[in-house]
């Protein structure tokens, strides 16, 4: 019978997750802001357009809007302020 | 997930191979029902009609209608897991479980805590030994590491990554310059699509005393401090920072050897400049280790000869615009600059940034020049903002002079030169960790 051994886990240590809850859904789309986050991932742009395209010819009711953060992978607080401000949801991408 | 705290419903756009990797981010921030819909890969360089596709067709993830899934994201009632999300403990034990010698190292491949070469199972004799490299106590916490700037950091402690310089075979000695580059807070494994590696460059006393070579085969597998600190410093960065799971965690699309190992003393002795640490404000005869993100391009040459202006500026326009290089020269070649003028390497770096162009319309046509820089050219930051205004076939400047890296190592069997993607970080104190 082989030798028993004892060894280290080589892992580090994981940060505690704390829920967080979603925010509440809204009933319809009908006559609300919509953001269309483009996260300036390469072409996310022209998806982005082509989305507000869909909106005005799909659902018309829904204003969709297109807005930019200042810069990719870093948290704009004022582009959230706005959405906060003036949006009632938020579509982000496109993440790849 | 900070709108979605704010009260605003969102839905998350990705591509299909990132489902894995985004649901397991919604979890590790406590909102693993945080509404995501999919798209296929990929996005870029496809036309506005193809992409309008991607929006009347079906969410390659969930194989419902993409439109569908966007829309009820936004509109489905929450359900009770939705409202209450999930919290939870997670930890990581000290020892493992005892077994044989042949099972442990089958767990750790298992697990994917090696780079599948040999692994020295890290037992607790072992460990000790490497802890007297260093006069830090084990328990003491002395950094965090995330494969990415939006993922979760792990912590760890000088323990642990004692257990990784086990691993990688390095000797206590070796300790102090794995604890700094541990400490440095960069990364080795990135898990970014785009595949990087972190160089790291040792200067100061420390290179000597432990043995690590800066001459024949420098950037090779011929020395065993250079070669186990470098896989060292990989090993801990996978291991320490939650993992380097393909699909999970590591999304590199081709990889990168330089994940193996990448770590090189400058020839401070043989080079004809100031030491590279001593350029960054620090003493001589202080030990300290850089670190240079990137290991994604490499580009190679001679000289200089009568057309290194040339080579140079062909070599650079190869360079990815987004990741400015480290230069490693041997030192005939650093010698063959200051012959030529260059008696500094700030000198040669100025020169490299004012000579080596490339037409605007070529340099704003690339994947990360958009993503990264266009976004700051367009808000008016400089030097960025000029470079948008250029014409097209302007020839707009790569990099800035202090963006350019340039090391000198080499066993001066050839006057050869190689070139990095290699930006650099920081500068870390070796010996606060003696």
């Known amino acids: 019978m082989s030798e028993q051994m004892v060894v280290h886990d080589p ?51 829904v204003d969709a809007r297109i807005i930019k953060p200042r810069q990719s992978w870093v948290d704009d607080p004022a582009m959230r302020a706005r959405v906060q401000a003036d949006g009632n949801a938020a579509i982000l991408g496109v993440g790849l | 997930m900070a709108l979605e705290q704010a009260g605003v ?83 990581t034990p000290r ?80 300790f102090p310059v794995v604890l700094a580059l541990a400490a440095s807070g960069q990364t080795a ?6 595949s990087f590696a ?9 290179r000597n005393e432990i043995g690590m070579d800066s001459g024949i085969g420098v950037l090779g597998p011929f020395n065993h401090a250079n070669a186990t600190i470098g896989r060292a410093y990989n090993l801990l960065s996978q291991n320490l920072q939650g993992g380097s799971v393909p699909g999970d965690t590591y999304m ?46 490499t580009i190679a040459g001679f000289g200089p000869r009568e057309t290194w202006e040339l080579e140079f500026k062909r070599a650079f326009a190869a360079c990815e615009q987004h990741l400015a290089p480290l230069l490693v020269m041997d030192p005939i070649v650093a010698r063959g600059f200051v012959d030529r003028g260059f008696d ?31 976004p700051l050219a367009e808000a008016g930051v400089e030097p960025h903002a000029s470079k948008l205004k250029a014409r097209p076939d302007e020839m707009v400047r790569l990099f800035q002079p202090g963006d350019i890296s340039i090391a000198v190592a080499g066993g001066e069997t050839q006057g050869a030169w190689r070139m990095f993607g290699g930006r650099y970080v920081k500068s870390v104190s070796i010996d606060k960790w003696r």
């Open chain 1, 11 to 61: 892992r580090g240590f994981p940060p505690k997750v704390t829920g967080k809850r979603l925010a509440p859904r809204l009933q319809s789309l009908d006559g609300k802001v919509v953001y269309l986050v483009d996260c300036l991932f390469d072409n996310s742009e022209v998806f982005m357009n082509q989305l507000l395209d869909w909106f005005g010819e799909h659902l018309p009711s």
């Open chain 2, 9 to 91: 419903p969102t839905v998350a756009v990705h591509t299909d191979p990132f489902a894995r990797l985004s649901r397991a981010t919604a979890l590790a921030n406590g909102m693993p029902t945080a509404r995501q819909a999919f798209v296929p890969q990929p996005l870029v360089g496809r036309t506005p009609e193809q992409l309008r596709a991607y929006i009347e067709g079906t969410d390659p993830v969930s194989k419902r209608p993409f439109m569908q899934e966007l829309i009820e994201g936004l509109s489905r009632p929450l359900d009770e897991k939705d409202l209450k999300g999930v919290s939870f403990e997670r930890s």
């Open chain 2, 95 to 174: 020892l493992l479980a005892p077994d044989t010698e042949e099972k442990l190292q089958q767990l750790f491949i298992d697990n994917k805590w090696t780079d599948f070469l040999p692994v020295t199972l890290p037992t607790e004799e072992r460990v000790a030994n490497m802890l007297k490299g260093t006069s830090h106590k084990p328990d003491e916490v002395i950094g965090r590491l995330a494969p990415t700037a939006f993922r979760e950091s792990w912590a760890f402690t000088v323990e642990k990554v004692a257990v990784n310089a086990v691993m990688a075979g390095c000797k206590p000695q070796y």
């Open chain 2, 189 to 194: 494994r990135s898990s970014s699509t785009t």
């Open chain 2, 198 to 206: 972190t160089l790291a460059l040792v200067n100061g006393p420390i």
């Open chain 2, 252 to 297: 590199g699309s081709l990889g990168n050897w330089y994940n193996y190992s990448a770590a090189f003393p400058e020839a401070e002795e043989r080079s004809p400049w100031l030491p590279f640490h001593v350029e960054k404000g620090f003493k001589r005869e202080e030990s300290v280790v850089s670190v240079f993100f990137g290991g994604r391009y």
């Open chain 2, 344 to 374: 500094s390497r700030q000198k040669l770096a100025a020169w490299f940034s004012e000579h080596c162009r490339l037409s605007a319309r070529e340099y704003w046509d690339n994947q990360w020049v958009q993503t990264l820089l266009r």
